[in-house]
């Protein structure tokens, strides 16, 4: 069974440009998450999903991040513009639930450099 | 900001020795996680205690939980150097969100 998967690996973009992640969950996982890890950090949460409807977005910085999941599938996470302080690894998760007793699946990450 | 902290930041040991890390937190739980983090990879979920849980084992991992002392132990037995990678304790909060401490690097030399 394929794990969640996330596109690009890597990035590597001038500040002020724009930039999008890509996420596709576990099958039949409901839940999904977007964390943001910097070096040498625990990854921090930035929203999460229940199936199409962000149900915790609270950590979203919303004047440059957004995120959709429009079928309640995949997931797309963009930033607009990017600024120096965005470099870090964008990790993606999903879970068959919202309940926190439900191990969450992580993908492998994009690591974003802003120059 | 984030709930958990693990102490030691970073502990070197050699191959077969027992390592110990610890996790404290500040508000109350209904659960704690640990998770390990490879070079490079994506965090693994390792083992899960629930608050009203002290002890659970899994293969060479044995984790603690006092919720008195609001704090979480992991031992990791005859380690290996794949055991090399960073340990992250999770604590649930309001909402059933998890939240990550900033991670104990462990280093297994051969």
């Known amino acids: 069974e394929a794990g969640v998967v996330q596109s690009p690996r890597y990035k590597i973009i001038e500040k002020k440009q724009p930039v999008a992640f890509w996420c596709n969950p576990i099958s039949g996982h409901n839940t999904l998450y977007w964390y943001l890890q910097n070096l040498g950090q625990g990854p921090e949460l930035l929203i999460r999903?229940?199936?199409?409807?962000?149900?915790?977005d609270s950590q979203l910085p919303k004047d440059r991040f957004s995120a959709e999941r429009l079928k309640g599938v995949d997931s797309t996470l963009k930033i607009q513009p990017a600024e120096l302080g965005d470099s870090a690894v964008y990790l993606c998760a999903s879970s068959l639930g919202l309940a926190s007793y439900n191990e969450q699946f992580f993908g492998p990450g994009t690591r974003l450099t802003v120059l | 900001s984030q709930q958990g902290e693990e102490d030691p930041q970073a502990l070197s040991i050699q191959e077969g020795e027992n390592a110990t890390m610890n996790c404290s937190y500040k508000?109350?739980?209904?659960?704690l996680q640990w998770y390990r983090q490879n070079s490079g990879r994506g965090l693994v979920h390792l083992i899960l205690i629930r608050s009203n849980e002290r002890e659970k084992h899994s293969g060479r991992l044995r984790v603690t939980l006092d919720t008195s002392k609001k704090s979480s132990s992991l031992l990791i037995t005859a380690s290996r150097a794949a055991d090399t990678a960073s340990y992250f304790c999770a604590t649930d909060s309001a909402g059933n969100m998890l939240t990550f401490g900033g991670g104990t690097r462990l280093m297994v030399k051969p």
């Open positions: 508000t109350s739980i209904n659960n």
């Open positions: 999903y229940e199936n199409e409807e962000a149900v915790d």
